[in-house]
């Protein structure tokens, strides 16, 4: 029983990812300006000498910050992350309901979700930033009066996060934390880089995150799948998308990666899959709703990764 309701916690939070944050468009990247620091060589700006700060949005409006936010409303989990992994987890008033990550996020303020957030509850914290991924809420809140940035979330190309981070850096005032942890994500994704230099190609898989549903190459986990030399066969799929048993099987996955293994093990459907016949059924070690792979942040080099251990456990012991 447990498992069923795994895999449905697990459907309706892809369902919700889906109409909200994937794409299969890259999200553009935004525009920065900020102020060059007139200090002499050799000497720490100060924190005023690093704004004003210029950010086009996703829509092509320009925000102006002339100072650090002290009170920030994050709709987007991967903001919350990037902002508590340089040390500026203190600004963030306010989030949506459904972060998991970090643990301190469990003491912050929850204004509701994606299609029922309450404007009146981020009006009452009177926050200086407002930050969303999507468009629904923008018009409210600026009739309310707030400042609002609005940037995609990032459907593919795993490799801006590092850019998002140095963003966040900017905005509140602390690049030099931001450049730490973006440089740590970037050498972290170069070992990966270096270290599947000794393999050719890697086998075919399914990625299962629930309900055989799965996940095509325009999206972060697809381009993991790239970066690990797998082959995905759902390489045909555009964003995400459901499978069925006889398509999973006429594919013919050397490895199955799945939250929820047991709607492989035991259902005769699967019996002549190579993956289950060599008993290659993989779980993925992640809990529902806590999928670092799910959440463009500093910790998605986390999942990579985790990934590898299991794929290449010879080679990432």
Not at 61 to 81: C, G, H, M, W, Y
Not at 186 to 192: F, H, K, T, W
Not at 261 to 279: E, I
Not at 296 to 308: K, M, N, T, W
Request: hydrophobic share 50%; aromatic share 8%; charged share 20%.
């Amino acid at each position: 029983m447990r498992s069923f309701v795994r895999v449905g916690i697990v459907l309706s939070l892809l369902v919700a990812l889906l109409a909200l944050a994937c794409s299969t468009e890259t999200a553009a990247s935004p525009t920065v300006t900020v102020a060059v620091p007139t200090a002499t060589q050799g000497i720490e700006p100060t924190a005023a000498s690093l704004f004003p700060v210029s950010v086009t949005d996703s829509n092509g409006n320009t925000v102006v910050f002339e100072k650090a936010p002290e009170r920030i409303v994050a709709i987007d989990s991967a903001v919350l992350e990037i902002l508590f992994a340089m040390g500026e987890g203190h600004r963030v008033v306010a989030t949506h309901d459904f972060v998991v990550y970090p643990p301190e996020a469990a003491d912050i303020e929850r204004v509701g979700g994606a299609f029922s957030l309450n404007i009146e509850k981020v009006v009452e914290l009177e926050p200086d930033l407002v930050f969303t991924f999507f468009t629904g809420p923008i018009e409210a809140l600026e009739n309310a009066g707030l400042k609002v940035l609005y940037i995609e979330s990032l459907s593919n190309d795993f490799t801006k996060v590092a850019d998002n981070i140095r963003l966040w850096g900017r905005i509140v005032g602390n690049p030099t934390a931001a450049e730490a942890v973006a440089a740590e994500f970037n050498q972290r994704v170069a070992g990966l880089n270096e270290k599947m230099e000794a393999i050719d190609a890697g086998p075919s898989i399914f990625w299962d995150v629930g309900g055989f549903w799965t996940s095509g190459p325009d999206t972060l986990v697809g381009e993991v799948f790239t970066l690990l030399k797998l082959n995905n066969v759902a390489s045909d799929i555009e964003g995400y998308a459901q499978l069925s048993p006889e398509q999973i099987v006429e594919r013919e996955p050397e490895v199955i990666l799945a939250l929820d293994a047991s709607a492989f093990l035991g259902n005769p459907a699967f019996d002549d899959v190579a993956a289950v016949r060599n008993g290659r059924i993989v779980s993925l070690p992640f809990e529902p709703g806590d999928d670092p792979l799910s959440v463009a942040s500093p910790r998605f080099v986390d999942g990579i990764e985790a990934l590898a251990r299991l794929v290449y456990p010879e080679l990432f012991p």
